[in-house]
């Protein structure tokens, strides 16, 4: 399959663990956060998205998480699956307004059977 | 609803062409970006369109430039291809663009330039 990316740091976990993926942002001034999940060979997929005046949100087996105190997201994935191996990128919007995203630089999910 | 297509899937050129890669967003979305991801600099912003108007633009030379037609289908052309042009491109459209409505991503173009 087409590499993401080469140097990627790696979360390996058991199937049916939790999983936690943790992003730094950069910019205090963003305001809207986003996950997103990367299978090989394909666009990143939507996961779940979280507004500044937010501490926390909850999605279907995921939780983001953020801490704008130390300009930090945290993605929790709950009873992990094989299905959820991927590069996991969180983005932050630079620009109010508009959808202007800068994504970090990923973190490959490892899950074993 | 389907979802965002874009054409072609690969592509091979050689340096000193140039290339144009194709989008269609979801239907009813009117605003559509473009993103560059490589192993080394990772997804990086290229442009916005909406309503035909490009309304933001990354750091990318001129050589990068989109448009965007009446239907929302939009078109980025790269003129004088570099290697360091070889990546994949990704287009995402959204609703408006704004907070409520994020990106949703096609599978991208992979082009590879030699």
């Known amino acids: 399959g087409e590499s993401v990316g080469l140097h990627l740091p790696t979360l390996s976990v058991q199937e049916g663990d939790n999983s936690i993926i943790n992003c730094a942002y950069s910019?205090?001034?963003?305001?809207?956060f986003i996950w997103y999940k990367q299978e090989s060979g394909k666009g990143p997929q939507f996961i779940i998205d979280?507004?500044?005046?937010?501490d926390k949100r909850q999605g279907q087996r995921v939780t983001v998480l953020l801490n704008k105190t130390v300009k930090h997201l945290s993605l929790q994935i709950a009873a992990t699956q094989p299905g959820d191996s991927a590069v996991y990128f969180c983005a932050e919007n630079w620009d109010t307004g508009f959808q202007k995203l800068v994504f970090g630089t990923g973190t490959r999910l490892l899950v074993s059977p | 609803k389907a979802g965002v297509t874009q054409t072609p899937r690969y592509l091979i050129k050689t340096r000193g062409q140039q290339v144009t890669l194709s989008c269609s967003p979801i239907?009813?979305?009117?605003?559509v970006s473009w993103y560059q991801q490589t192993p080394g600099q990772g997804l990086q912003f290229l442009f916005e369109?909406?309503?035909?108007?490009?309304?933001n633009k990354g750091n990318f030379p001129g050589r990068f430039s989109g448009r965007q037609f009446s239907n929302s289908r939009s078109e980025m052309n790269v003129s004088t291809l570099e290697l360091g042009d070889s990546a994949l491109y990704l287009c995402?459209?959204?609703?408006?663009?704004?907070?409520?409505?994020?990106?949703?991503f096609g599978n991208g173009t992979r082009l590879t330039v030699t």
């Open positions: 369109y909406f309503s035909e108007t490009q309304r």
């Open positions: 239907s009813g979305h009117r605003s």
């Open positions: 910019n205090s001034a963003s305001d809207y």
């Open positions: 979280i507004r500044s005046n937010m």
């Open positions: 995402a459209s959204s609703v408006e663009g704004g907070f409520n409505s994020p990106l949703h």
